[in-house]
């Protein structure tokens, strides 16, 4: 599986937190959308910390979520250490 588009399916942080851990042991997925589900910044926080792992994923849709200042400052902080994700 290389594509994975969840869009609109309200996975809210509990979901977010899975799909976190997943992508940080994931070897194989390069694009993935979770734009429109209900992302907090519990969530956006999971996804930062998945990033700072993941070595292949270099698409990554997080629009339409409320993930916040503190979730954004969490993935901004793992993108200084991600070298794959370009869009």
């Known amino acids: 599986l290389t594509t994975l588009i969840l869009s609109s399916n309200s996975i ?11 992508l940080e042991k994931n070897a194989t997925l390069s ?7 209900r992302i907090d910044v519990e969530g956006g926080r999971a996804i930062g910390a998945a990033l700072e792992k993941n070595a ?6 997080l629009d339409s ?6 979730g954004g400052r969490a ?7 991600n070298a794959t994700l370009t869009t």
């Open 12 to 22: 809210g942080a509990e979901g977010t937190r899975t799909i976190a851990a997943a």
């Open 31 to 37: 694009t993935l959308d979770l734009s429109n589900n």
């Open 56 to 61: 292949t994923l270099t698409t990554l849709s």
């Open 65 to 70: 979520n409320n993930i916040g200042a503190d």
């Open 75 to 81: 993935i901004g902080a793992a993108l200084e250490k």
